[in-house]
Nanobody, 121 residues
Framework: QVQLVESGGGLVQAGGSLRLSCAGS????????MGWFRQTPGKEREFVGA????????RYADSVKGRFTISRDNAKNTVYLQMNSLKSEDTAVYYC??????????????WGQGTQVTVSS
């Protein structure tokens, strides 16, 4: 069992930066592949990026590649999403998820509650 709690969301101007954190608990967190997703009202949840449990591999959606970076600190049971050069279209609720190395929502077993990111233009 893995429990996830996101934090770090907020309001930021376009071009600015935010860092989201996803704190995990549970014995298997450190060996769980982790993903980040986002969702806006009326749209499906979309893949942002993912990182393997040992940090060896990372993948990103084309829309965020070069601007967002995922890192993890297994000693702290925390995964981070560093978001730079934010755009208004990055506005969404951001979720972390655990349990799969995948771009698909359905493949992930555990989810956090989400944190709102709003980018003002």
């Amino acid at each position: 069992q893995v429990q996830l709690v996101e934090s770090g969301g907020g309001l930021v101007q376009a071009g600015g930066s935010l860092r989201l954190s996803c704190a995990g608990s549970g014995r298997t967190f450190s060996i769980s592949e982790m993903g980040w997703f986002r969702q806006t009202p009326g749209k499906e949840r979309e893949f942002v990026g993912a990182k393997t449990w040992n940090g060896g591999n990372t993948r990103y959606a084309d829309s965020v590649k070069g601007r967002f970076t995922i890192s993890r600190d297994n000693a702290k049971n925390t995964v981070y999403l560093q978001m730079n050069s934010l755009k208004s279209e990055d506005t969404a609720v951001y979720y972390c998820a655990a349990g799969a190395w995948s771009t698909k929502v359905a493949d992930y077993r555990y989810w956090g509650q989400g944190t709102q990111v709003t980018v003002s233009s």
